[in-house]
Antibody
Framework: QVQLQESGPGLVKPSETLSLTCIVSGGSITDHYWNWIRQPPGKGLEWIGYVYDSGSTKYHPSLKSRVIISLDKARDQFSLKVNSVTAADTAVYYC???????????WGRGTLVSVSS | QSVLTQPPSVSAAPGQKVTISCSGSSSNIGSKAVCWYQQLPGTAPQLLIYDNNKRPSGIPDRFSASKSGTSATLGISGLQTGDEADYYCATWDTSLSAGVFGGGTKLTVL
């Protein structure tokens, strides 16, 4: 059974880079869209972007200038980097598997990242 | 402000039926499939409905959904206290070229 697990620092200083990794276990990392989605405390879900099996990426326009999502097939994981973070980037970050129809059929448990000095 | 509009909250008694609306535009719901997610308190979202009205394996048929034009609706019948959660609609927006979510609807089972 495929599982996703986020990992990374829970605290990042303002203006620095937020880095998270999602490990895909129990299945192949090929043939899917690998997404990052975040949820600020007490608020709704926001799609950040995806990396596809081929390595191609797509990002939300509001974050595009600050975000990089990459895929490491050899290690069955994909990563998120958000640079120049502010308090507004404080959120629970989820990794999620996307399928051709567009839905996210598998989610990680999420990891809280706080931006504070 | 979310691209997709949902009511902030809905409520109903156990055993009753409730519907949650999701309103969009021609660049999202009007041209793309809609899915719905259930987020129980303190947990990650779970796929509830995909491709407008299809249920993944394991989702009971108490959950149903439909789409018409630029709006979609989630229905939950035979409400149980365990259905108390936040519900989100989602789709792709061709103008933004981005995934979009509704603001979420909190369901209270009275």
């Amino acid at each position: 059974q495929v599982q996703l697990q986020e990992s990374g620092p829970g605290l990042v200083k303002p203006s620095e880079t937020l880095s998270l990794t999602c490990i895909v276990s129990g299945g192949s990392i090929t043939d899917h869209y690998w997404n990052w989605i975040r949820q600020p405390p007490g608020k709704g879900l926001e799609w950040i972007g995806y990396v596809y099996d081929s390595g191609s990426t797509k990002y939300h326009p509001s974050l595009k200038s600050r975000v990089i999502i990459s895929l490491d097939k050899a290690r069955d994981q994909f990563s998120l980097k958000v640079n120049s973070v502010t308090a507004a980037d404080t959120a629970v970050y989820y990794c999620a598997r996307g399928v051709v129809g567009g839905e996210f059929d598998l989610w990680g448990r999420g990891t809280l990242v706080s931006v504070s000095s | 402000q979310s691209v997709l509009t949902q009511p902030p909250s809905v409520s109903a008694a156990p055993g009753q039926k409730v519907t949650i609306s999701c309103s969009g535009s021609s660049s999202n719901i009007g041209s793309k499939a809609v899915c719905w997610y259930q987020q129980l308190p303190g947990t990650a979202p779970q796929l509830l409905i995909y491709d407008n009205n299809k249920r993944p394996s394991g989702i009971p048929d108490r959950f149903s959904a439909s789409k018409s034009g630029t709006s979609a609706t989630l229905g939950i019948s035979g409400l149980q206290t365990g259905d108390e959660a936040d519900y989100y609609c989602a789709t792709w927006d061709t103008s933004l070229s981005a995934g979009v979510f509704g603001g979420g609807t909190k369901l209270t089972v009275l």
